[in-house]
């Protein structure tokens, strides 16, 4: 260790406090780098796992192999498996004596053992079929159809087919909603049940597996499922060459089971992931940077004369540079293993409860607790990319300083003119800072003046500061909010019947039990809004007069807002109407009315969207819309209603979305005037707090009548996968906003503790001329709300600015820039009371120095 690096380590240990604080700065800086890779690494694993359970362990499958094109797959070296699965048609069934047509009539899976084994991810009984007379059958088919103690060994007879619509055309999948009829391919034929299944994720729209055939082997109609030999970053590239080593058509690709190797594709999974990993990670190293540089630029300060006396005695420009690098990995020496431990740790924890809030909501098909556990995975190229940013990181940090090292001479050392660089003409405070603070208050303004670049490396510091923060929490709630998982539905319930059944189901209704509520909501045709729109034919509603000043440059941009129509009950339409001081009775007659919600955010007594102005003009006149079954649109705008959060009619709208509100009658008598009955769809919605029982009484209902095209759907699912999601951004968002407040925070109080401690000798000369402790303490208190004052003045219109093209570039433009008086507010108090805090803190260290030792003093 030569002479400048051993004055480096020896100055550490004197300033421990110093050293701590930016020690413990590089370990909050690594262990969010840590976070980044870690959550990265388990989330990209995690879906893996989900990939496999929900679409089967395999990494692609290719389409129409012929059976030369199958020997040539199956010798290639590069693959470890494959499983083989019939493509062509005839792939429906229907069981002997069903029980219903909905519940006897299914899809059915073809294929040979290995592809079963791949596919095969529930929970099952006995083993997959091997050949053409065996099957694997759903335990939930068997018991719909009357085979509830059916058991492996049992036989089952099947007619395989094709399920035709009403136009003739067939159709394969889970939707029964129009089907008619079955077709028969051949005879039935009884099977060997091999194994029974409780629910196989990976095959869920179908309740039959049959084995492969040599004649569908031959067929040419085959799917090749494929894993591969080696599954690392290269898995995309390895499954094209395949592809076009063999002449293979098509290919497709489980996706998030290669992106869990680091494989991925252009516009796919992991190529979407990174680029928003990129985004947090400069940000955390911005901030980083910020506080790490602002540590080591104070440090040097302090050893100027150091640095001065070894450049007296010969030590050259290289020796003095990297002084500060020896400093730089000194403490990241310390911060960096410290740093990836806090890291893995914070995230473990934080993962562990977010996974748990995944998979036990069960908002991933088939993924449950049972059969999954997030993990906290850490591979070595997440350690090696974090060691990686965080050297860089330090680097980068210590550059500017360790070029200013290089070039302090002997003379720099005792004059410090690099330090202080100011005319006295500059100096002059002006006069109403003497008038209104009085002679401390020049003296803090003039202090501020004289400081020269370190009065400026703390504004900027903390200006900043500022804008990281509010630029952040500006950015998580936009994200949260363009997320789309903000529509508090009010319903549980939704089924789709034929108007003509209205009556039927409101009377099975109002007899269920636990429906505590039922009405309609039929949403109809949605479509964009704005100056550009090519859906809007009319142009008087184009005309920016009609909308707000807040609201005209939005639907004036070539961005679009979406429209949607709601017919709903026509006693809540005119409940409406009456609070908000309409005449009902003008929306009923032979044209069509709507009320316009005059708000997009949801919060009550906020901007406006509409002038009056667009009253009486017709917002949609679309001839294109009629058909054999509906009539033209031409809708007329009758009035504007604000939100009202006890609203019904209002909180069916979502945010964000133009609601137009119209009355259901006016969609049977006029959209769909001499239309029948049972042609024409009606959306109902039913409140409960039994959801699941309803749900389940309401679908039994629907199987065992014909209400026409119906289905019934849970929303508490959807519901909670909305809460879940939400769950999730606001622990990552507000768990980073949190750290980025601790980088922020320690940036702060180690620039102000820093300043105050470098004046030392500055203070004892104030304090030999007579300056009493009030008048100090007053000096002090000013010159931090200068400090602050300065900061806000420069970081506010910042964050603003860049608020503002945040909210243009998120793309969901249809809530207009907000400007958050509160955020703002907090944060400046914030501001000002940590710079006076950390201020008198820092000063009152000072007090008991002794005036002479601290003038006598040549290095602080």
Not at 180 to 187: A, L, R, T
Not at 262 to 271: C, I, M, N, T, V
Not at 299 to 307: I, P, Q
Not at 442 to 455: I, P, Q
């Amino acid at each position: 260790m030569n002479i400048a690096n051993k004055l480096t380590y020896r100055h550490l240990k004197e300033n421990k406090g110093r050293t701590v604080v930016t020690t413990l700065g590089i370990c909050v800086s690594v262990a969010m780098i840590t976070a980044v890779f870690v959550a990265m690494a388990s989330f990209l694993n995690l879906f893996g796992e989900i990939g496999k359970i929900s679409s089967g362990n395999w990494d692609a499958y290719y389409y129409h192999l012929s059976q030369s094109q199958i020997e040539q797959v199956e010798k290639d070296s590069r693959i470890s498996k494959v499983g083989l699965k019939y493509g062509g048609e005839n792939k429906s069934f229907q069981i002997k004596n069903p029980t219903s047509y909905k519940r006897g009539t299914a899809e059915m899976i073809i294929g040979d053992k290995s592809y079963f084994e791949m596919v095969l991810t529930g929970n099952f009984d006995g083993k997959v079929p091997a050949n053409e007379n065996e099957v694997a059958v759903e335990k939930d088919f068997l018991d719909k159809n009357g085979m509830k103690d059916a058991k492996v060994g049992d036989k089952i007879v099947l007619t395989q087919g094709q399920r035709q619509l009403d136009d003739g055309s067939y159709t394969t999948g889970s939707n029964f909603n129009k089907d008619k009829k079955f077709v028969p391919s051949g005879d039935e034929k009884e099977y060997t049940i091999t194994a029974i299944l409780h629910t196989n994720p990976a095959t869920k729209y179908s309740s039959v597996w049959r084995g492969i055939s040599e004649d569908e082997i031959k067929s040419g109609d085959i799917c090749a499922y494929i894993t591969l030999a080696k599954q690392n970053s290269s898995a995309y590239s390895t499954i094209e060459d395949i592809q076009n080593d063999y002449k293979i058509d098509v290919y497709q690709a489980n996706e998030y089971v290669l992106a869990s190797y680091l494989s991925g594709r252009q516009g796919g999974f992991l190529a979407t992931m990174l680029p928003i990993v990129l985004v947090v990670l400069i940000l955390i190293v911005i901030a980083s940077v910020m506080l790490i540089y602002n540590a080591f630029g104070m440090s040097l300060s302090e050893r100027v004369r150091y640095l001065g006396m070894l450049a007296s005695v010969g030590a050259t420009k290289s020796q003095k540079r990297k002084s500060v690098y020896f400093e730089g990995a000194i403490l990241g020496a310390i911060g960096i293993p410290v740093g990836i431990l806090a890291g893995i740790l914070g995230i473990g924890i934080t993962l562990k409860l977010v996974g748990h809030k995944i998979i036990s909501t069960g908002m991933i098909a088939g993924v449950n607790d049972s059969n999954m556990q997030m993990k906290t995975v850490v591979p070595a190229w997440a350690i090696i990319g974090i060691i990686l940013v965080s050297i860089f990181t330090i680097f980068i940090s210590a550059f500017i300083p360790a070029r200013k090292a290089s070039k302090i001479t002997p003379i720099d050392a005792i004059r410090q003119r690099q330090e202080i660089k100011v005319k006295p003409k500059k100096l002059k405070a002006p006069k109403y800072i003497k008038k209104i603070f009085g002679y401390e208050g020049e003296l803090a303004y003039k202090n501020l003046k004289r400081n020269g670049k370190k009065s400026r490396l703390i504004t900027a510091s903390i200006a900043l500061s500022i804008v990281l923060f509010i630029s952040c929490n500006y950015f998580c709630g936009m994200f949260i909010q363009a997320s789309g998982y903000e529509k508090n539905i009010p319903y549980q319930i939704s089924t789709t019947i034929t108007y003509g059944h209205k009556k039927e189901l409101y009377d099975a209704l109002d007899k269920m039990q636990g429906v505590n509520k039922y009405y309609i909501d039929t949403t109809d045709m949605s479509i964009s809004l704005g100056m550009s729109s090519p859906f809007i034919k009319n142009n008087e509603i184009k005309d920016l007069a009609n909308y707000t000043s807040d609201y005209s440059k939005l639907f004036g941009g070539e961005k679009y807002v979406s429209t949607v129509i709601h017919y709903v009950d026509d006693s809540e339409f005119n409940t409406l109407c009456e609070n908000n001081g309409i005449d009902y009775n003008a929306f009923y007659g032979d044209s069509l009315k709507c009320v316009l919600l005059n708000n997009l955010t949801h919060k009550q007594d906020t901007t406006k969207v509409f002038n009056d102005s667009i009253i009486g003009k017709h917002i949609i006149q679309n001839p294109d819309y009629a058909s054999d079954d509906r009539n033209p649109l031409d809708i007329e705008v009758g009035g504007l209603v604000k939100f009202d959060k006890n609203s019904l009619p209002c909180n069916l709208v979502a945010p964000g979305v133009v609601g137009i509100i119209m009355p259901y009658s006016q969609y049977i008598n006029v959209v769909n005037k001499g239309v029948k009955a049972n042609d024409i769809s009606m959306n109902v919605c039913v409140e409960t707090d039994e959801h699941k029982e309803v749900a389940e009484n309401l679908t039994t209902l629907l199987n065992e009548n014909d209400f026409g095209g119906s289905y019934v759907s849970d929303n508490v699912d959807t519901l909670e996968t909305m809460n879940t999601v939400i769950f999730i951004i606001q622990v990552f968002v507000y768990g980073f906003i949190t750290l980025i407040s601790l980088i922020t925070i320690a940036n702060i109080i180690n620039t102000i503790s820093a300043n105050i401690a470098l004046r030392r000798k500055e203070f004892a000369m104030l304090k030999s001329v007579g300056t009493t402790p009030k008048g100090f303490s007053k000096m002090v208190s000013l010159e931090s709300v200068f400090y602050a004052l300065k900061a806000v003045i420069f970081g506010v219109p910042i964050s603003v600015l860049i608020s503002v093209v945040l909210n243009k570039m998120l793309g969901e433009s249809s809530i207009p820039y907000h400007f958050d008086i509160k955020l703002y507010l907090s944060v400046i108090i914030v501001v000002f009371v940590l710079i006076l805090i950390t201020m008198i803190y820092s000063v009152r260290k000072l007090k008991s120095d002794n005036i002479i030792e601290a003038l006598k003093e040549d290095i602080s």
